[in-house]
């Protein structure tokens, strides 16, 4: 499956943000999705995932309560809806679909990955 991600921008804390991620190729709805995030020097976290239908999502400890992931199969999109952004959420933010159709918090189980869009959160 080949992944877009779109959304991300500059923003100032306490704003909100919707990343959108689109999916073509081989059937979405088969599997998990997963949102990540990077910053220069650091290794890739962990934000959010959610299972094939939707029916299971599962969250960072420093976005939850914040961030929202969801999906819409007949649409191919999963997103990640961010509220009260802080400066620490700036990062390069990846959607990546799981080799399954549920997931881990293991960037090493998911097989393909969109080409990130920035989110930069300013003071």
């Known amino acids: 499956v080949q992944l877009q991600a779109s959304g991300g921008g500059l923003v100032q804390a306490g704003d909100s943000l919707r990343l959108s991620c689109a999916a073509s190729g081989r059937t979405f709805s088969n599997n998990g999705m997963g949102w990540f995030r990077q910053v220069p020097g650091k290794e890739r976290e962990f934000v959010a995932a959610i299972n094939w239908n939707g029916g299971s999502t599962y969250y960072a400890d420093s976005v939850k309560g914040r961030f929202t992931i969801s999906r819409d199969n007949a649409k191919n999109t999963v997103y990640l809806q961010m509220n009260s952004l802080k400066p620490e959420d700036t990062a390069l933010y990846y959607c990546?679909?799981?080799?399954?159709?549920?997931?881990?918090?293991?960037?090493?189980?998911?097989?393909?990955w969109g080409q990130g869009t920035q989110v930069t959160v300013s003071s």
């Open positions: 990546a679909a799981h080799r399954g159709a549920y997931y881990t918090t293991n960037p090493m189980n998911f097989n393909s």
